[in-house]
């Protein structure tokens, strides 16, 4: 069992940065894939970056390439998202999510825990 915590979110103008964090709980953290979705209002939650236990593979939606960054701390039990140049259409609910699986793990349905998910506003 992995419970998983937010943090991170909030509301910042077009262009510039946020950095989500995600906290798990756990001794097993290590071999969880893990991966960042977001949903926003009437859409279906997508996934937005993901990595596998060693953080050596990931993966990036097309929408974010080259401005988001995923990355994870196994010692402190943590993946976080660095987003930067944030435009208004990133603006959604970002949830945390962990596979079992030491693989990168892409799929919304191949995740097992998810968190309660936090609020990103990016206004134009």
């Known amino acids: 069992q992995v419970q998983l915590v937010e943090s991170g979110g909030g509301l910042v103008q077009a262009g510039g940065s946020l950095r989500l964090s995600c906290a798990a709980s756990?001794?097993?953290?290590?071999?969880?894939?893990m991966g960042w979705f977001r949903q926003a209002p009437g859409k279906e939650r997508e996934s937005v970056a993901a990595?596998?236990?060693?953080?050596?593979?990931?993966y990036y939606a097309d929408s974010v390439k080259g401005r988001f960054t995923i990355s994870r701390d196994n010692a402190k039990n943590a993946v976080y998202l660095q987003m930067n140049n944030l435009k208004p259409e990133d603006t959604a609910v970002y949830y945390c999510?962990?596979?079992?699986?030491?693989?990168?793990?892409?799929?919304?349905?191949?995740?097992?825990?998810w968190g309660q998910g936090t609020q990103v506003t990016v206004s134009s």
């Open positions: 990595l596998n236990w060693s953080g050596h593979s990931t």
């Open positions: 999510a962990a596979a079992r699986s030491n693989r990168l793990v892409v799929h919304t349905s191949s995740y097992d825990y």
């Open positions: 756990g001794r097993t953290f290590s071999s969880y894939a």
